[in-house]
């Protein structure tokens, strides 16, 4: 393992592995400590770059991935310009997704823990409660895309397509297009998917999953790559492989009109992982370095660019062929590519999008649910609680039109998220220079307590930054289409002095230092990382 230094018995650091084990555990601390929180044995920390490389590309070829990258053409932006934003979007939020990764990495914690450095060891919660919920969000978009794939099976099976082609002849052509079409049908299938899930989920817990569950989900990505190249093949060979026609597709809007639409596409694509940059220390709590971390989520980026070259050019090549915008790739597989191959690749998009949602959007909110009462709320009941606020905030009405699906649903809580992970990594980076004690996130009453286990701090930026960007003041069009980076940029500036001139005086006067000089450590932390 290399050089290690002992810290009164509590806490090992492999100078080697730049990396810090907790060799005590706090079982009276119930509403804190349990296995499943407790750091990662350095030993057990053996997930390689290739791992994560293979995370992101299960959660990068997803079906709103395609969506994401082929809306900006509704918008009204050119599709050279589409692409160039869609991966502009995704580097900016992988640089605090490597930051906050760093985390989970160094000291083997997973999100909820570790965000309590920030936001106190029971303020936590309330981030936590925010990604759960958003979450839960992604679950019943996902759970609709299922739907639509599944009742475009049926009226191709059926001979109905003639009911869709009437609402696309009235300029209906969308994610909402099949379920206007059979309503009565599609919210049916709908409950029975929701059901199917749950069913599955209570007899084969994501957890405890048989190896064969979890086989499929990393068949998942594959599967959905293999639907994209078929849309993609398929339109361009329709469009008689004009690349030239497709790229030269120019932005219709100009002056400001540009400019927000530019705006919000950006800050859609950073919050559409905002969520992701948030978690990662879930699965990097595992990473054998910081090197395979950092390796491993680089590609990240370039795969959505991918996606967006395909679904730009795909979309660019309908427009040329039928005059709209059809950025649905279930639509456009289920009215113009054939019964055989409609079939076949909405059937690789619901085995796909199904595994997707059982690991990706269920065992992290559920977790997030349970972890606030762990007494009374098992993982299970956490799910049922993932089901019930998703179909209580009904996402997927935001999936269904460009607009919703940018402003109302990918802005919106980029907004919320952009204010959280400002306070995380201008905390952890700027103030903290990754180091803090990590036996104190599991006391009740140690140095993360704060006022009553809450900072301060970090809920007052909260509350400042979330009443800018989404209060009815003075060019609040132009705020909002800025959420994102305006949120993050915002939390820095307030929390920052907060934390230096109000929050650790009173609250962690331990801590000595500057942010201009090696940041606020404390003595016993800089003497564990200096041997």
């Known amino acids: 393992m290399g050089e290690t230094v002992n810290?009164?018995?509590?806490?090992?650091?492999?100078?080697?592995?730049g990396q810090l084990e907790l060799k005590v555990s706090y079982p009276e601390e119930k509403y804190l400590w349990n296995k499943d929180l407790h750091p990662t044995p350095i030993h057990r920390r053996t997930w390689d770059w290739y791992t994560y490389a293979a995370i992101w590309f299960s959660m990068a070829f997803i079906v709103p991935s395609w969506s994401l990258a082929s809306v900006g053409l509704s918008f009204g932006l050119g599709a050279i310009e589409s692409i160039i934003v869609v991966f502009l979007g995704n580097l900016i939020v992988l640089v605090p997704m490597i930051i906050q990764s760093h985390g989970g990495a160094r000291y083997g914690i997973p999100e909820p823990v570790l965000t309590r450095t920030r936001w106190g060891v029971y303020g936590a919660?309330?981030?936590?409660?925010?990604?759960?919920?958003?979450?839960?969000?992604?679950?019943?978009?996902?759970?609709?895309?299922?739907?639509e794939a599944a009742v475009g099976i049926y009226a191709i099976l059926s001979g109905k397509l003639p009911v869709i082609e009437s609402l696309m002849a009235k300029g209906i052509a969308s994610p909402f297009t099949i379920s206007l079409a059979f309503p009565q049908v599609f919210w049916a299938t709908f409950i029975a998917i929701i059901v199917l899930q749950l069913i599955l989920l209570y007899h084969s817990p994501v957890p405890n999953a048989q190896p064969a569950l979890k086989w499929f989900a990393r068949l998942s990505a594959p599967l959905i790559l293999a639907g994209f190249l078929a849309l993609w093949l398929h339109f361009m060979a329709s469009s008689g492989w004009s690349y030239?026609?497709?790229?030269?597709?120019?932005?219709?809007?100009?002056?400001?009109?540009?400019?927000?639409?530019?705006?919000?596409f950006l800050n859609a694509n950073i919050a559409y992982w905002a969520t992701?940059?948030?978690?990662?220390?879930?699965?990097?709590?595992?990473?054998?370095?910081?090197?395979?971390?950092?390796?491993?989520?680089?590609?990240?980026?370039?795969?959505?660019?991918?996606?967006?070259?395909?679904?730009?050019m795909t979309t660019g090549a309908v427009m040329r062929l039928t005059g709209k915008p059809i950025w649905d790739p279930i639509l456009l597989s289920t009215m113009y590519m054939g019964p055989v191959a409609g079939v076949i690749v909405n059937l690789l998009f619901?085995?796909?999008?199904?595994?997707?949602?059982?690991?990706?959007?269920?065992?992290?909110?559920?977790?997030?649910?349970?972890?606030?009462?762990?007494?009374?709320?098992?993982?299970?009941?956490?799910?049922?609680?993932?089901?019930?606020?998703a179909v209580l905030l009904g996402a997927w009405t935001f999936y269904g039109?460009?607009?919703?699906?940018?402003?109302?649903?990918?802005?919106?809580?980029?907004?919320?998220?952009?204010?959280?992970?400002?306070v995380i990594i201008f905390d952890y980076a700027l103030i903290r220079r990754f180091k803090f004690e990590l036996q104190d996130v599991f006391l009740s009453r140690g140095k993360f307590r704060y006022w009553m286990g809450i900072n301060p701090a970090a809920f007052i930026t909260f509350a400042i930054v979330t009443f800018i960007i989404y209060?009815?003041?003075?060019?609040?069009?132009?705020?909002?289409?800025?959420?994102?980076?305006?949120?993050?940029?915002?939390?820095?500036?307030?929390?920052?002095?907060?934390?230096?001139?109000?929050?650790?005086?009173?609250?962690?006067?331990?801590?000595?230092?500057?942010?201009?000089?090696?940041?606020?450590?404390?003595?016993?932390?800089?003497?564990?990382?200096?041997?």
């Open 7 to 17: 810290s009164q018995s509590t806490v090992v650091y492999s100078k080697e592995r």
């Open 125 to 147: 919660i309330f981030p936590s409660w925010i990604r759960a919920i958003i979450g839960a969000g992604w679950w019943g978009i996902e759970t609709y895309i299922m739907t």
């Open 244 to 264: 030239g026609d497709v790229f030269s597709i120019r932005s219709s809007l100009r002056g400001s009109a540009y400019w927000m639409a530019w705006l919000a």
């Open 276 to 312: 992701m940059a948030l978690s990662m220390p879930d699965y990097t709590r595992f990473a054998k370095s910081q090197v395979a971390q950092v390796v491993g989520q680089i590609p990240m980026p370039f795969m959505m660019l991918t996606v967006a070259i395909l679904g730009t």
């Open 350 to 389: 619901l085995l796909a999008t199904f595994a997707v949602n059982v690991f990706a959007n269920t065992v992290g909110p559920a977790y997030d649910f349970a972890n606030t009462l762990p007494r009374y709320i098992s993982w299970f009941r956490g799910v049922l609680i993932v089901v019930a606020v």
């Open 401 to 422: 039109s460009a607009y919703g699906y940018l402003y109302n649903w990918l802005l919106t809580y980029g907004g919320l998220l952009g204010s959280v992970e400002g």
């Open 471 to 531: 209060a009815p003041i003075p060019y609040h069009s132009l705020l909002f289409s800025n959420a994102w980076v305006l949120a993050f940029i915002l939390s820095g500036l307030i929390y920052t002095p907060l934390m230096v001139y109000w929050v650790i005086p009173k609250y962690q006067p331990h801590l000595k230092g500057s942010i201009w000089r090696g940041g606020y450590v404390s003595d016993e932390v800089r003497e564990l990382f200096r041997h």
